[in-house]
């Protein structure tokens, strides 16, 4: 290590270390890791966050290896300790004083994300720097996960595979608040997909609290998700459709609709009228919103109708460009119902073409520019105008022939060849090989050339011309000036810029460019060494919503870090994140109530859940409570209690109903919420955590029926029911029904009676079907070989452990066994009917004795103890 840093750091010798910055970038740029690994041992003294002195060492320490790294490229070689330093700072206190000050172990996070940052598109440096960086998206600082958003969004550009591994950190930090993060969920997007459809109803409902740049990404996340899985968008549609209003995201939610339209065309039925009312207060999304039309129009044919009246409505009114766009719509729709196409309709479409040929045989100025070498005169001797003489005294010339006239029908151009002559703006060439190119698949309309915008310019072979590239959209223009003052180059400025702006502002199909990233750039400029050309904003912003996010190396949407040695980036601030949990919970709270309003009637709630631990295998265990609570409850002092197999359903059930039962959102600091989620975590039965699972979809119609019938085969159904007298709830069946509670309570009187057939004892698969005459009471379950004969040795209720039911179709009791401690026995009636009866009735008396046994032994150890 160099001896200026041994001194330094050894001896905290302040008064030295100004020096650093004295020695060269080579001298010490191999020792940078041992100098990061002492800084860390420094920071990590338990004093170090109250000597002043040591905080001013390793900050002016720090500041010198950063700026040496990214002065000598070696990020790589010393990745591994700068990370290393970045995950000690975890360990301590990052949040701000009283007094606002950030603490040290801040300051020194700030600066090494900050410079570990600026090389994103190095893979090994942020595969190693990324799973620790995103940790201090949680750690309660608002400001800190904020400017982690920027430099995770440089991140996504060329890394999101690596991001896609923590994507449920950064969806938590996203719904918790920190809105900017939205921008990097497109790319992530691209490589998993399960996470974000999870929280496709939270992220939607984050929109009013975003800007406008965040709505953007989201809208186009959503376009994403409505390609690929179209259902989890319909609850959100209303919430959608509030943004065709604003002019800055109507294209994007359009487009949103429009890949919905594609697949799920139904769901936009009821949104038509909104459809329209949009486009008509936003012209430039006239065509998308045609196209959205177009597609609900397959449903059926009063919808391709109204369709189609809407296009023939506006077709005159737009742009020559738009015209084909709705024709193709119209014609699709016409394709579909043959029947809708009218004579109407086909002179609509031939007024049309004739204002086209029209408007086509009154242009003069369409023109194709032909090269001519050196002093050759041309044969035809139209416009020809000499330009500037270079020092060879050769004059460059330039013939400007005028264009052929161009048929009705000509479509835009797919592909640009130098050979054909009629196509609009194919090819510039002057002398020194200058051009103006453009991409393939544009409008006739966007690359024409007016007889008042033709522009002749030339350049000297001696003089290296300077580029400048526009690029938008799809577009991509090429303009050569030179160190002349010839005014010409201004006006095929002007020319060009004008021509790109007005074609941008019609949306295009284009998937060269990603539309969020035009919407992102709030201006453009770029410079050369020749004049200065500026692209009109408002051009850029207008593109169309592109349905794939493609990763680029050059993309427009980059957040600039400012790589200041003296500059700091204050991180903290003393205010808590918003819980997400409770976030969520708040938006769908109405959702939630309703939901819960149908299903409780259906599925009890438990009133808690265990877990049971055997021979290291984890099970649920749920406990049901009865709500009559009255005199002969049978659960009064005991609970139901059900082993699960479906822990997931029960513990998200269990959330919706404590939150139903709640006036205002829970959060995770509940109480009972804290509860559940440790069950959760001690099942570890799915690897998804339990924030993931109580902010998923309700549970749906199967897995409903799924613990339907887990409660079915427990019994529970045979001694509990739901009443809607006693407030909605779930009652035992005598609370239910008090009126019977005298049969069940006296043990003489019968509750029950009648022949069942019997088997009992071993080998019963081989035994014959006994036919007995049963009588059940409260204390007893007697028999006899008939109705007349003597009673044989009783089965005592108390001695009964319990009753499985054997079920048939329709989950109708076939026949039922009785365990007792000694034996078993089967039993069922004989005809097959009342065996419903006889296992309610039989259920609620095992149940009424195990209540009984409960409360004398309860009093019994109560006596003692007082004794």
């Given amino acids: ?171 938590d930090s996203i719904i918790s608040g920190n809105y900017p993060l939205c921008r990097v969920l497109p790319q992530i997007y691209e490589v998993t997909r399960d996470p974000i459809h999870d929280h496709a109803m939270a992220l939607v409902s984050l929109l009013p609290l975003c800007e406008l740049t965040e709505k953007l990404a989201l809208l186009q996340l959503c376009s994403l998700i409505a390609n690929n899985k179209p259902s989890l968008l319909e609850a959100s549609l209303p919430q959608l459709c509030e943004y065709l209003c604003i002019s800055q995201t109507v294209v994007a939610t359009l487009q949103v609709f429009l890949n919905l339209a594609k697949n799920q065309p139904q769901l936009l039925s009821d949104y038509v009228l909104k459809i329209k009312k949009a486009a008509e207060c936003n012209p430039n999304a006239l065509c998308i919103a045609a196209q959205v039309l177009s597609a609900v129009g397959k449903i059926n044919k009063s919808k391709a109708q109204e369709a189609l009246n809407f296009i023939m409505d506006h077709l005159p009114k737009v742009d020559r460009g738009s015209q084909s766009l709705l024709v193709r719509e119209a014609t699709f729709l016409c394709s579909c119902f043959p029947i809708l196409f009218t004579d109407k309709i086909l002179e609509g479409v031939l007024q049309i073409s004739r204002n086209t040929n029209s408007h086509v045989n009154q242009i003069s100025g369409g023109v194709t520019i032909v090269k001519v070498g050196g002093n050759q005169s041309p044969t035809n001797s139209n416009i020809t105008r000499p330009t500037q003489t270079d020092n060879n005294g050769r004059n460059s010339r330039i013939v400007i022939t005028p264009r052929p006239r161009l048929m009705a029908d000509s479509r835009s151009t797919g592909r640009l060849q130098s050979s054909n002559a009629h196509r609009s703006m194919t090819r510039l060439n002057a002398v020194s090989g200058s051009r103006v190119g453009s991409v393939g698949g544009l409008h006739k309309s966007m690359t024409k050339l007016s007889s008042n915008q033709v522009c002749i310019a030339s350049t000297s072979n001696r003089n290296k011309p300077s580029t400048t590239k526009i690029s938008s959209g799809g577009v991509t223009v090429t303009t050569p000036f030179t160190t002349s003052k010839d005014s010409l180059g201004n006006s095929i400025s002007q020319t060009l810029t004008g021509r790109v702006q007005n074609s941008v502002s019609r949306p295009l199909s284009t998937a060269g460019s990603s539309p969020l990233n035009q919407s992102l750039t709030s201006q453009g400029h770029i410079q050369s060494s020749g004049p200065s050309l500026n692209v009109d904003p408002v051009g850029i912003n207008t593109g169309i919503y592109s349905t794939v996010t493609p990763r680029r190396n050059h993309n427009t949407s980059v957040t600039i870090i400012n790589s200041s040695v003296s500059q700091r980036i204050s991180v903290f601030e003393p205010y808590p994140m918003r819980d997400t949990m409770q976030h969520f919970c708040e938006k769908h709270l109405d959702k939630i109530k309703a939901y819960m309003e149908k299903v409780s009637v259906r599925i009890p709630p438990p009133a808690k859940c265990t877990i049971e631990e055997r021979r290291a295998k984890k099970t649920a265990k749920l406990h049901f409570a009865c709500e009559g609570r009255g005199e002969h409850c049978l659960y009064n002092r005991a609970l139901f209690t059900v082993r699960t197999r479906h822990p997931r359903v029960w513990i998200h059930l269990m959330f919706l109903a404590l939150q139903a039962r709640s006036s205002s959102a829970l959060s ?121 004969d003597k009673e044989g040795t009783p089965i005592d209720i108390h001695q009964i452990r319990s009753v499985k039911v054997s079920r048939g179709a329709r989950n109708i009791p076939k026949a039922f066994e009785i365990f007792t401690g000694e034996e078993s026995l089967i039993l069922k009636p004989k005809g097959g009917k009342n065996a419903e009866e006889w296992v309610q009735c039989l259920s609620v008396v095992v149940a009424h004795s195990h209540s009984k046994d409960t409360t004398n032994s309860k009093n019994s150890s109560l006596v003692r103890t007082t004794i």
């Fill in 1 to 171: 290590m160099h001896e200026l840093f041994t001194q330094v750091l050894n001896y905290k010798d302040l008064s030295k270390a100004g020096d650093l910055f004295t020695v060269s970038d080579d001298a010490i740029v191999n020792d940078l890791s041992e100098v990061i690994n002492i800084i860390c041992e420094i920071t990590s003294l338990p004093d170090y966050v109250n000597n002043d002195n040591d905080q001013s060492v390793v900050e002016i320490c720090i500041t010198r290896v950063t700026t040496a790294i990214r002065e000598t490229g070696s990020m790589e070689q010393h990745a591994e300790a700068l990370v290393t330093l970045l995950e000690s700072c975890l360990n301590h206190n990052l949040k701000p004083s009283q007094k606002e000050e950030d603490p040290p172990h801040a300051k020194i996070s700030s600066d090494i994300i900050s410079c570990m940052f600026l090389n994103y598109s190095k893979k090994e440096v942020m595969k190693r720097v990324l799973p620790v960086a995103v940790k201090f998206l949680h750690k309660g600082n608002k400001v800190l996960s904020r400017n982690m958003a920027s430099y995770l969004s440089l991140a996504a550009i060329d890394n999101s595979p690596l991001l896609s591994n923590h994507i449920q950190l950064i969806i």
């Fill in 668 to 788: 995770s600091r509940h109480p009972s919420v804290s509860a559940l989620k440790n069950c959760w975590d001690i099942l570890k039965c799915e690897t998804r955590p339990f924030l993931t699972l109580v902010t998923s979809a309700f549970p749906c119609a199967k897995d409903q029926d799924a613990v339907l019938n887990e409660l079915r085969n427990s019994g529970y159904f045979d001694v509990f029911e739901h009443c809607s007298l006693n407030a909605g709830g779930w009652g035992c069946f005598l609370c239910n029904h008090p009126e019977r509670a005298v049969g069940f309570l006296q043990d003489s009187q019968p509750v029950i009676e009648g022949q069942l057939k019997e088997k009992k004892g071993r080998w019963r698969l081989f035994r014959r079907w006994r036919t007995r005459y049963f009588t059940l009471s409260g204390a007893h379950l007697s028999y006899k070989g008939s109705k007349n």
